[in-house]
C-alpha cells in the first residue's frame, strides 16, 4: 500500500511540476536580506502539495530521508499516515 502511494505522490509531483512549468515565477520577497537567502529552495509539502521554501518548513527525518511540510499540521497528519501505513 505504501509503495502506491508513493508512485502516486511522485506521479503527482511530475505533474505538478510540469503544469507549473508555464507558471510565472513565483514571487520573491523582497525584505532586504536576499544576501542570506542561498538555501532558498523550493519544496513540495507531501500531505497538501504546496510548494514552499526550504528554510522556512518544518523539517522531519524519518528512515534517513527529510521531508518538509508547510505547517506542523501538515507533519502531524504525515506521521499518522506513516504510522498507519508503516507496520
Ligand atoms: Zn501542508
Same mark, same amino acid.
Given at each position: 500500500?505504501?509503495? /502506491?502511494?508513493?508512485?502516486?505522490?511522485?506521479?503527482?509531483?511530475?505533474?505538478?511540476?510540469?503544469?507549473?512549468?508555464?507558471?510565472?515565477?513565483?514571487?520573491?520577497?523582497?525584505?532586504?536580506?536576499?544576501?542570506?537567502?542561498?538555501?532558498?529552495?523550493?519544496?513540495?509539502?507531501?500531505?497538501?502539495?504546496? /510548494?514552499?521554501?526550504?528554510?522556512?518548513?518544518?523539517?522531519?527525518s524519518?528512515?534517513?530521508?527529510? /521531508?518538509?511540510?508547510?505547517?506542523?499540521?501538515?507533519?502531524?497528519?504525515?506521521?499518522?499516515?506513516?504510522?498507519?501505513?508503516g507496520?
Amino acid at each position: 500500500m505504501i509503495r /502506491y502511494l508513493i508512485l502516486l505522490a511522485v506521479g503527482y509531483g511530475l505533474y505538478r511540476s510540469l503544469k507549473s512549468w508555464g507558471a510565472p515565477h513565483p514571487q520573491r520577497k523582497m525584505d532586504g536580506r536576499g544576501q542570506d537567502r542561498i538555501d532558498d529552495i523550493m519544496v513540495q509539502d507531501p500531505i497538501c502539495q504546496v /510548494y514552499f521554501p526550504q528554510r522556512e518548513g518544518i523539517r522531519w527525518s524519518h528512515d534517513g530521508s527529510d /521531508y518538509f511540510f508547510c505547517s506542523q499540521a501538515c507533519l502531524e497528519k504525515f506521521k499518522l499516515e506513516q504510522s498507519i501505513n508503516g507496520k
